[in-house]
């Protein structure tokens, strides 16, 4: 784990309160793994307090590029960074999506929650036959649609609520049939809860290695504060910033 001063090269937003930040963050960007986060202070004042927790669309040494929703305080202050700025970065944080070489894998990506994911496929895309599922509300909420096309991706398979973009529907409408057609061995999954829940639900008993990416509110984002914990399906809590945020599927409580 680095304590990092990022330097933004780059800072452009997307539409639909949509950021994307790249940063020289060399320290960062030599060590990470697709799955890691960073924790970002977002103030060098007192408020807001807690650093925001945000996975890792890339890193190519000395860069990683951050990819970001606006949703409150915090993340309305990143997205007023600019060429020049600096950023402190906590990171690489939390485990990482295996490689699992050789086998056929499936991303489900929905809204924000592609970020982890093209992490993958931009790291593991050239050596394995990869197909994605990105879903989101509507176009606006899928502004990486043009990066994604520069992945090496087998198949790509798009799905907004409002029919604006790709399939009209929830990526779950298509997963079935998306499942029986390219015969994956694996699912990795990121995206809002009641999405992953769904999907524990439909992808159970089907012989698969599922695994998801977590998002829960975090205090420090190291395992101190126990902020982060979820509960399981044994009755246990796991920390979703040191033991996760990738888990299997199947282990988690899901609320929704
Ligand atoms: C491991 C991890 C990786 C993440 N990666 C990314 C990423 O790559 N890009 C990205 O845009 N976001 C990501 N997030 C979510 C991001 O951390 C939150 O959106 C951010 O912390 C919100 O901070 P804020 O100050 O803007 O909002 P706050 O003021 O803290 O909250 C504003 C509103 O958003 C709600 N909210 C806050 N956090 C979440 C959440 N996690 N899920 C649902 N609602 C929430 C709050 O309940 C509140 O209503 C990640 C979270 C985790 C744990
Ligand atoms: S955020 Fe503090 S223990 Fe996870």
New binding site residues.
Partial sequence: MQDERGLIEEARALGGGYFLLKIAAPLIAAAVRPGHFVMARVSPAMDPLLRRPLGILEGRPPYIWLYFQVLGSGTRLLSGLRHGDSLDLLGPLGNSFPEMPDKRVLLIAGGRGIVPLFHYARAYGERRPLVLLYGGRGKADLPLLERIKSLTLQRLFVFSEDGSLGQKGLLTDGLEKIVREERPDATLSCGPEAMLARLAGLLKGRGLNNLASLEAR????F??????AVPTVSGAFR????EGPVFPLEEIQWRT
Avoid: E
């Fill in positions: 975090m205090g420090c984002g395992g101190a504060c126990h902020g982060c920390k979703v910033c040191d």
